[in-house]
């Protein structure tokens, strides 16, 4: 007797279906957490060694170490298979939040392995926490990394693999899939998981397309303009410390007044300007620093003659302390017969009217003129 029509007709649409799902998966994975979990994984294999044969006489982590190794891939393994069911089930128990991120998932698998290989003595005893055991397990890491015991391409298979099985969220890895191969070969130029390597001269840094921009932001090696704002044509980032310390032409200084009173911070091709623009201010802080006890309008008036001097230029020659009072003191010795009458003029101040201290002022240049 034949089917029914009908239940034929159903039985072919699920043959299609079947025949029709997608066969080409992409399977691309975020390949920095791939990297970090395979490190762990060698890792927990070496804690696993040590605390299941601390204390004995018989075996050593070394001695253990094959076992170990095909026990953790099976045990981390099969967690990560039944990782999205357990999650269900314990939804509602947990109530402390819990990590998504795959590289903290497969560390709690090896960790409670770890906790379950740990023999008696580990157990009664504070060995989990000594330093000792951390150099246990540092020694151990680096005699597998050199005899080559778990290479590093294996322990990268088992972690893209453990990565699939426990990120539900598809944040770390491609979950797209295609019916035909050209699907795919179009797809992976394009896929945001896809590994590229660092344009930036000098690096090579291999991450995840994904990742290109935020690599950018800090690639040691990437161009930048001066922080300080300087006209070269860029520097590399890591360098960018070393020129704006150094040889940046924007870096602040303290003007060489500093020690004698000028406060001023400027940028040092600047400088120059600076002290041009503010000759007035340091010829004050000079004669401060050389007539002490004689008042601020003294030094002032005192100021203003020399620079009405015919040694201006002189004084605006002179680049730092040093050279300013030399200047001071040989325009001084020049006129000195004006230098006497300022001081007079300054006691006398307070009984010359406004006019005749501009008349006594205008003498005084006159008489300096005479003397030159």
Known sequence: MDAPAADMELE??????????PAYPCGLCDTEVVHKIAQMLLEGLAAVCVDSTTGSIFRTPASVAVDMRKELIE??????????????????????????????????FVEDLTTLKRNLWGRVSGWIFSERREDWIDDMVQEMELSKFWLIDQRESLAQTLLKNVDLNNAFHCDMKFDIAEELENHVPQCRFRSVICDNEGCNAKFIADHMEKHDTTCPFKIIPCEQNCSSDGIMRQEMDRHCLTVCPMKLVNCPFYPVGCQSSVPKCTMDQHISENLHDHLLHILRSTRRGVSSDKLEFLAEQLEKSPFR???????????????????????????????KVSHEGEAHSPSSSSASAQELHDHNTDVI
């Open 75 to 108: 045990y981390v393994t099969q967690r990560s298979e039944t990782f999205v069911a357990d999650t269900i089930i314990l939804e509602d128990r947990v109530e402390e939040e819990v990590s998504d991120h795959p590289y903290d998932i497969v560390s709690a």
């Open 12 to 21: 072919h649409s699920k043959i299609e279906t079947e025949e029709k799902a």
């Open 313 to 343: 230029n002189q004084f605006a020659a002179a680049r730092d302390p040093r050279s300013l009072i030399s200047v001071v003191k040989d325009v001084e010795a020049k006129l000195e017969p004006l230098e006497m009458e300022v001081v």
